[in-house]
């Protein structure tokens, strides 16, 4: 059974950084682009961040554009989300999803999330 797991999230001040990292068991999560994703309290789920399978590609949502970071280590079949200068609103549960048989461009895609391999989520709370 494949897996993603995600890690990394706590409770941290506005201004403050975190680091949320996403492994997966099963199969390598290197063979397919991975994204971050949240949704806050009361909210839908967004796109935040994808990555392309070389890690070569990157795409962000409006929202983290200049603060979130999307990486992957190929060799530690880990992907990371570097998240700076976090806000209030960046308050969410952070999900890691990958799409074994589409793009990095394409996760955003709305519909296209029923077809995403996805983690069980990790909260992010920024306090103010």
């Known amino acids: 059974q494949v897996r993603l797991i995600e890690s990394g999230g706590g409770l941290v001040q506005a201004g403050d950084s975190l680091r949320l990292s996403c492994t997966s068991s099963?199969?390598?999560?290197?063979?397919?682009?991975v994204g971050w994703f949240r949704q806050a309290p009361g909210k839908e789920r967004q796109f935040v961040a994808s990555i392309n399978r070389p890690g070569v590609l990157t795409y962000y949502a409006d929202s983290v554009k200049g603060r979130f970071t999307i990486s992957r280590e190929i060799t530690k079949n880990t992907a990371y989300l570097q998240m700076n200068s976090l806000k209030p609103n960046d308050t969410a549960v952070y999900y890691c999803?990958?799409?074994?048989?589409?793009?990095?461009?394409?996760?955003?895609?709305?519909?296209?999330?029923?077809?995403?391999?996805w983690g069980e989520g990790t909260l992010v709370t920024v306090s103010s």
């Open positions: 999803a990958a799409d074994f048989r589409g793009t990095a461009q394409g996760m955003s895609a709305p519909g296209r999330s029923d077809m995403m391999l």
């Open positions: 099963g199969r390598t999560l290197s063979s397919a682009p």
